[in-house]
């Protein structure tokens, strides 16, 4: 078993909240208020905005070979673009949960090694390919088809792998990592993956 598989693993029961949140159950079965897509977007676009400097930050710690085999970078705006967001959005401002889960992976990023880093970032990668492929076809007509199609598209796809292949090759003997390290590591992801519930659960809240 790989270090992501095993990381899929121990993340399984929180993806399994996120797919069960009313948020993401509006997107995947078409029933979102004008309300919560505003305040999402709004809060994932301070985000994604963040995440691209954390990104910057971390492939700087890999090697030169993981760096080119970096696939070109998406831009997300599409997937905004895709909830049909109002101009009110602009007046959201970004939540405490979005700011501390920013906050939790420069820490990570900044204090740990590469693989720390890529850790921090990788719950947000993964999650969002994965629920668009357990959304894509669950209901026909959805309005917000192209939000899941973004995030199962092959340039998308290649991010989320390529992000897996690195972890693979930074840590392939993950079995002998000490206990400490280990839980490090565990700790570093799965703190993510919690900050990813939170912030699919307070947009399903406006």
């Known amino acids: 078993m790989s270090f992501h598989e095993f990381l899929l693993q121990q ?3 929180i993806l399994d909240d996120i797919y069960q949140s009313s948020f993401v159950q509006g997107i995947g079965y078409n029933n979102l208020s004008q309300a919560q897509r505003d305040y999402y ?6 985000y994604t905005d963040y995440f691209s400097k954390l990104f910057d930050l971390t492939t700087a710690k890999l090697t030169p070979l993981q760096q080119a085999s970096k696939p070109s970078a998406t831009d997300e705006q599409d997937a905004h673009d895709a909830l049909l967001a109002s101009p009110a959005m602009s007046n959201i401002t970004p939540d405490q949960h979005n700011l501390a889960y920013l906050k939790h992976m420069e ?3 900044t204090a740990g090694d590469a693989t720390n880093a890529m850790l921090a970032l990788l719950p947000c990668t993964e999650s969002y390919h994965l629920i668009g492929k357990h959304f894509l076809k669950a209901t026909p007509n959805n309005t917000y088809e192209p939000w899941l199609s973004y995030y199962t598209s092959p340039e998308y796809q290649a991010f989320t792998q390529w992000s897996w292949q690195v972890i693979d090759q930074q ?3 993950w079995q002998q990592l000490s206990h400490e390290i280990q839980q490090t590591y565990l700790a570093t992801y799965l703190t993510s993956y919690r900050y990813e519930l939170t912030f699919w659960e ?3 809240k406006h």
């Open 11 to 13: 993340s399984a029961p």
């Open 41 to 46: 977007v709004a809060q994932d676009s301070y």
């Open 107 to 109: 820490t990570a990023i």
């Open 171 to 173: 840590v392939p003997d």
């Open 202 to 204: 307070h947009a399903a």
